[in-house]
């Protein structure tokens, strides 16, 4: 700049400020793209996520009290008068949906 | 599971049974009461002398078998339920009501429970295959489409632990927590029971946690002749109160080959599957089924053994 206010062809302080903006506007371009990348991410993770775990019309069936203690059933049944479903895998049954 | 869902047998299982699901690998083993009482009721059925005692029984608490069955469909087992409500009715009432003891100490051997201070994380395992340009669950027909559930047990120490690390600015995740995660719960369940990984399989390994909780690893599984393997990475968070998990949140996605004995029928080639690690508060008992792993319970607790 000189002396009188007005930009010259040698002065190219004002090119460092519009330097400096840019590099600023760029920083937060990155940033948001950043930030953008990363909720597509997690929102990409959760739509993956509830396709891993068991839907609800997929549990219905553990709707059903399943106990898992043997002698606590029977002793239910005993005091309910109600007689024992018992449903035996190798591998507990509860594991598999 | 198909006949579960069924709603007849659903309303009958709700209304007239006490209901309870077991492991036979367990409970055909025990030399306690429990043992005693499961053998009186079997060997009243077709599974007498046989090796597997795996089926749908139906007893009373007094165990008098009133029916067995252990067929897939719906029409045979509402038939062999209404069969055993039938004989049910016709019973003296003495038989239906009894007094049931305690029945004294657990045969340790084979039973096994949550530490004291323990917490459960469930483990949802499913195949996985690419459609519409992202990662989808299987078509409805293709087998093993079901999402299958394990249980990581974490002991009060370990939970400390990763609390301590999380504090003082994170680093690498215990040997023996990630060993344990890695050789019982980074497997392909959703056919059946796959065998254990052993420590050498374990070819790349890592797992991490910064001071904020955030988990990232990676890993490569795969046996001696590599015809069996898993290989992805694992993102996640944990976060820890007092001592206790109050979030534990793993999503596990990778690549799996190969089966073993029991999960046969895999995907051909190296094909997609994702987990999911979620904290329980262990509120129903399905959540306190304990890890399809720990049938030796040494190996489980110190896998660097």
Redesign the interface.
Known sequence: MSSSGKQSELDIGWLEGCVREYKLEMKNLVQITLIGLAVLGAR??E???K????SKA?S????????????E????????????????????????? | ?LV??NEEV?NL??E??????????Y?RRRKD??GE??AK?VDQSPRKGVH??????????TGKL?GFNNNRGPEKRLAM?KD??SK?DKLPKEE?????PE?GKNDQGFYRELPKGGQIVKV???C?EERNG????LAENKIGN?????HLWLQHLEMKKLGNLIASGGGKISNVLSLRIAKFHLRD?TR??PRDWKKNEIKEWSLKVDGKGKVSGNFLISSSDGKMGYQGKI?GEISVKKGRLSKFDF?V?GKHWGHSK?TRGARSGKTPM???F?LSDGKR??D???P?GIRWAPGYWNPES
């Open positions: 990409a993770d739509v993956v996520v396709e891993i775990i068991p997929e219905t069936w553990l709707e059903i009290d399943w106990k898992t203690d043997l002698w059933a029977r002793k239910e049944a005993a005091r309910t008068g109600k007689p024992i479903y018992l449903w035996e895998m190798d591998g507990h049954p509860l594991g598999c949906v | 599971m579960f869902a659903q299982l709700k007239k049974f006490v209901t309870i699901a077991a492991d036979d690998w409970q009461k429990v009482y499961f009721v597997t005692k795996q089926g749908h029984y139906i007893f009373t608490a009133l339920m055993a409500l049910w239906r009501t009894v007094e049931i029945h949802y395992t499913r996985l992202r990662l989808q669950k079901l999402s299958a559930v394990d369940n059946g029971e993102e999503l996605l029991y994702g987990q999911v979620r008992a399905s306190r089924i304990p399809q």
